[in-house]
């Protein structure tokens, strides 16, 4: 015990436990697991943070799925400078109102003040445009389907929160242009479709698919797709967006082409984007009080092998084996480690890699090797079951399939029982007080949206369900008035 | 004729011809292949390019050939802010010389000052460096080696130019640290190594190795090991660097850990980069005075297949041949497009793909079909071969790999009667007149490094050749003292 203990402080905090309970002060919580599971490291800059290995893996897995996905449907990337000059970034008046009370300036170079403030593109509409005034001349040129993958700054009043509120994030943003309204409608719809498909394929998570309103779109979209992920304390986090611009920034950047008949037109656009905010909502929905759960698609390590022994005739037979599943594993394309080190006791190996949210944990002990098995512990549910060394490698890749799929399964029915049906604005209230999040009526007004935030105490609509239409006589929760859409109402990072 | 020319008017300037050769106006035809070939669009900030995809494409290409590279040995992808506060950036004061004059500097936010001006990294040691110091602790926790790829501004006061001096550029810099000098040397070593291969199996070029003097070694660092390319034009671009820091970043940013024998110890460290300006090197080196040309391992489109016919009645049949050779070379893992465009000619699809340095080109005419063959042409020599159509697939593979390969060997004669040898500082005067390389012998003083300078007209010692000792009776070329490395002496990008 001394000795551990004695590594432990060499080894610094991070194979401590948790100290608080993900139930009890989530927002504590989710510090430490940050921290403890080595997934962020602060800086002296609120706001800023260091993407450790473990989650900038997570990133790169994402980023890898999308990127091939748009990819085969024709989309190309590039990449747009991080300097957007002033007067660029002033062009379209509702963008301009939308993002300059957060943009970052540069104002000198080495000791010369610069002639005109550059901005670091807080999104890159006011950079790609210029460009594409230039490029698309003909309706031969259309579509254009461009995609960057790139980090960009908000400076943000609100509390930064690693991942969910950041002020410098990662992110990918398409900006696609097309002759017509219905092909831009349709770009917004399957780009929103491929998010959706990443929440459930690579972060094993639900999400609500909706559309925003007029108050909560992207500054200068004609209209906003969004996919909304319900947190385990009751509060929504916007997930990805997929804007229809319509024709706006065409105007304002001159964007425009000869269509068939010789004749100018102006272009319908799109923008849309998912940032590393997804890994933020995956950490918060997934992870218990032990530390990082994650599905094994996007962990680092899928699975830690820990020999155990306790007389060291025992160590060598059972090293052996384990470093022959190790190169089987790894052959069949599995990322595996080997956790030998002899000063540490099985016990304390297990915290640790629960606590950094490997999958999957093979124990093989004396007896194991005795019987030719070794003992699966899955990190989602802590079931144990004896696998035979001849079948581990068909085995693993099943156990990580069903361990995605109950990690989805858990989080739908977390998000089943957030949802409640509300009549009117009390049932909306106390839905927000029970820490849920309320489907309810609207007449589609501002004023009731806004008094909707007031009387919650903060609590938006989060978005427009599309594919509902509120029944004949349905009135709206705030103002009794004929209701015009199903939303849903929450507390919202 | 009427109707093409139209059409070119149209889609604005990007398929008409250079009008300078390479020999005779090299920085005008480059500026012309920029912008003809598709590659860079110009931005109204200065030194800030629009990688437009077709380039963006190679960059792809390096990231996932050296990425794996580097995981494979163990490295660790991460994200480091982009912000690095200004007490951080003057830590270390030889680094804080060497790139302080080139920062640019955040000094506002929406309308307000910030209290500390943020540095945007030109570089991110010193945003690395004070999170080492808190991860590492013990011996165990090295080697610590991490890599980001990222984006990174140096204002530079030089003419920019897009790719080899851009104000923003992306790169990978990749920061280890270890126990001993000589695992730290190791690394370097390693690295530079793989930056060799980048530029031998990806870009297709030979560049030459070599150590940095005192005077031109990385600001901070005890020695840089370097890559270095020579231009058609004579001139020399440093083409990636690894750099041994030595234990001064440690002092400097408080880095040690625990040795076995629990004694405080300081690390050694490196980090090493590559960027953006080796697409600028490749399109420089490979290109002609047709336009873009490129290995077919990093082209976007390897092949394009041009359907050839002047009768309605043999298009079908041969449109449909040719699809089916795109589904062939498709499945095959072949990068390919047809262009079956009608208002074009076949020469005016030839001058578009040429431009835009396409590999090869597949033509497939009436005659063609009759005889069961497509006709290769190859971008880079200009040579054409006929192909049955049932050898296409086997045959393209090797074609693409003869391309590379005839790349590598014509720049390598290019290299070799670069470099000539120079006895003394006429001969090296001359060289630099003849825009050459000279390799010569130095004393290692920077006295005579200063000197050779000024005697050529400013060419510098590009890198120290290390395998290579002077004869012992050999003279410096500028003092005419004891010689002590063999070192190449150029005019640089």
Redesign the interface.
């Known amino acids: 015990m001394t000795k551990n203990k004695h590594k432990e402080s060499?080894?610094?905090k991070s194979q401590e436990g948790l100290t608080v309970k993900k139930e009890e002060n989530f927002s504590e919580w989710y510090t430490q697991i940050l921290q403890k599971a080595e997934l962020i490291?602060y800086?002296?800059?609120s706001g800023?943070?260091?993407?450790?290995?473990r989650t900038?893996?997570i990133?790169?897995k994402v980023k890898e799925f999308f990127d091939k996905k748009i990819k085969e449907d024709g989309v190309?990337?590039?990449?747009?400078?991080?300097?957007i000059?002033k007067?660029?970034l002033m062009k379209e008046q509702e963008h301009v109102e939308g993002f300059?009370?957060?943009?970052?300036?540069?104002?000198?170079?080495?000791?010369s003040e610069l002639k005109e403030?550059?901005a670091?593109r807080p999104t890159s509409e006011t950079?790609f445009y210029?460009?594409y005034s230039?490029?698309i001349?003909?309706h031969?040129?259309l579509p254009l389907r461009?995609n960057q993958w790139?980090?960009v700054?908000r400076?943000e009043f609100k509390n930064p929160m690693p991942f969910i509120r950041a002020r410098?994030f990662?992110w990918q943003e398409g900006h696609s242009v097309f002759e017509t309204k219905e092909e831009a409608g349709n770009e917004v719809n399957k780009i929103r479709d491929f998010y959706e498909e990443i929440y459930r394929e690579m972060y094993a998570l639900p999400v609500i698919k909706g559309k925003k309103t007029e108050k909560e779109k992207f500054a200068g979209a004609d209209y906003s797709l969004t996919t909304e992920a319900i947190l385990p304390n009751g509060r929504a986090a916007q997930g990805a967006t997929a804007h229809l611009l319509g024709q706006s920034f065409a105007n304002a950047f001159d964007i425009s082409y000869?269509d068939k008949n010789e004749e100018k037109q102006y272009p319908w656009q799109t923008s849309w984007g998912i940032s590393t905010r997804s890994i933020g909502i995956a950490i918060l929905m997934h992870s218990d009080d032990k530390g990082l759960v994650l599905s094994p698609r996007i962990a680092?390590t899928q699975a830690v092998i820990v020999p155990i022994f306790k007389k060291g005739a025992e160590k060598e037979d059972i090293d052996k084996k384990a470093k022959e599943i190790e190169k089987e594993l790894k052959e069949n394309g599995n990322r595996v480690i080997i956790d030998d080190r002899e000063d540490y006791s099985p016990g304390y190996k297990f915290n640790e890699w629960e606590m950094k949210g490997v999958p999957l944990r093979i124990e093989i002990g004396p007896k194991d090797l005795e019987k030719e098995q070794a003992v699966f512990a899955r990190r989602d549910n802590g079931e144990k079951q004896e696998v035979g060394f001849n079948e581990i490698k068909e085995k693993i890749d099943k156990v990580f399939e069903e361990v995605h799929e109950s990690l989805y399964k858990k989080a739908e029915k977390v998000l089943e029982e957030k949802i409640v049906n509300a009549e009117n604005i009390e049932e909306v209230t106390n839905a927000i007080e029970e820490k849920k999040i309320a489907k309810a009526y609207w007449d589609g007004t501002q004023e009731s949206e806004d008094w909707i935030k007031e009387k919650t105490g903060g609590a938006k609509i989060l978005c427009i369900v599309e594919d509902e239409i509120p029944e004949e006589k349905g009135k709206c929760v705030y103002s009794g008035n004929p209701a015009k859409h199903v939303v849903y109402i929450g507390k919202s990072y």
Chains 1, 2 share one sequence.
């Open positions: 060499q080894k610094g490291e800086t002296s800059v800023a943070y260091i993407i450790r290995p900038y893996f990133w790169e190309r990337n590039a990449m747009f400078p991080l300097f000059p007067s660029n300059t009370p957060e943009v970052a300036w540069v104002t000198k170079s080495g000791n403030p550059l670091i950079i210029p460009a230039k490029w001349r003909s031969r040129d461009i790139c980090n700054v400076w410098e990662l000869m680092e």
